[in-house]
């Protein structure tokens, strides 16, 4: 007999991991919201980019990882997946915002 909260079927882990996504991705919406107003705040392509604040944000994720048990060479792979799609999408704003001369 399975334990409370352990799923029985593969079909049950799916769904959970599908409600997990969906969580995710309101989360993600959430950090774009804020990607596209920091770029506001930026005043070239360097202050995008900002490799010292991608590696703070990537050694924190490791930590936070650690702590809850995800592994961190996963945790840096996402993170930094997803960092490099923000960077894309805030320079594209950044530039609608402050267009080269």
Same mark, same amino acid.
């Given at each position: ?10 079909? =049950? ?14 989360? *993600? ?5 804020? &990607? ?17 604040? &991608?590696?703070?944000? &990537?050694?924190?994720?490791?930590? =936070?990882? =650690?702590?809850?048990? *995800?592994?961190?060479?996963?945790? =840096?792979? &996402? ?11 805030? *320079? ?10």
């Amino acid at each position: 007999m399975p334990q409370p909260g352990t799923p029985a079927s593969l079909d =049950e882990i799916r769904d959970r991991i599908d409600a997990l996504d969906a969580d995710l991705v309101r989360l *993600l919406a959430r950090r774009e919201e804020l &990607v596209r107003a920091a770029a506001g705040f930026k005043k070239d392509e360097q202050a995008v980019r900002a490799p010292d604040r &991608v590696e703070r944000v &990537v050694a924190a994720a490791r930590a =936070e990882a =650690e702590r809850a048990g *995800l592994s961190p060479q996963v945790a =840096e792979a &996402v993170w930094r997946a997803m960092i490099a799609a923000f960077v894309d999408l805030e *320079l594209t704003a950044h530039s609608r915002i402050r267009p080269r001369p």
